[in-house]
């Protein structure tokens, strides 16, 4: 129906927008813009995205925010890995 399909691309949009920071951050081995107070906000955020998608069943929401939730991750992991190595 239209209104998973607007909350699926309204989803696909906001996921992939994490790409290029991810594909940035590990070319050049340095997150040292990324703050990390608001990457481990937003994962808060996004974990309880997920959650709320469970309860509403809403795959939309659920499949997007754990997605993007892996994307963030991932930048969050390699700053504090780039940082360790400095």
Known sequence: NFINFT??????FTTIA????????????????VSVVMFILFILGVLLWCFYGW?????PVIVANLITFILSTTILTLKIIFEANE
């Open 18 to 33: 994490f790409i290029p920071q991810v594909v940035k951050t590990w070319r050049s081995k340095s997150a040292e813009d």
């Open 55 to 59: 309860e509403i069943h809403s795959i």
């Open 7 to 12: 909350g699926l691309l309204a989803g696909t």
